[in-house]
């Protein structure tokens, strides 16, 4: 289940997994965290996203990373550096096996070009290049082949 929510509306889906543990829960544009003119520190990009942080704690929980332009202020402001504490704390709570890509298509050509959507993960300096391939799609492909099993 893909879901779009943000602040401490996440909060709610932690008794629905309690409850259903078997739930594969998908958080868009990566729980929509505040949008930022620069980076914030490590803590202040934790705090923010503490809500979400919390849900890897499910198994079955994966984090859509996408929508960077409604994170940043300007939103054009590509490669997106201001959200990058938020993808760093999301590597540290989920790890790398449940973080996907996705384009945030239409919306996202208001801001940026369609491959700046999946390309601003090759200038974040902490991602490997294995990394960048689960997170631009092999991951995908691995939540696909399970959920058909």
Known sequence: MSVNSKDDDWNAWQEVLGRHPELRLVVSHLGLPPRQAQAPGT???RSAMASVLAL???PHS???LSGFYALTDPG???PHQAA??????LLEA???GRLLWASDFSPCLDWVTFPQTYDLFSKMPFLHDTDRERIEGANLL???DEVEQ
């Open 43 to 45: 803590a202040e990009a």
């Open 56 to 58: 890897a704690d499910f």
């Open 62 to 64: 994966r984090v859509k």
């Open 76 to 78: 054009y402001d590509y």
């Open 84 to 89: 990058w504490p938020y993808v760093e704390a």
């Open 94 to 96: 989920y790890d790398v």
């Open 142 to 144: 691995a939540l696909l």
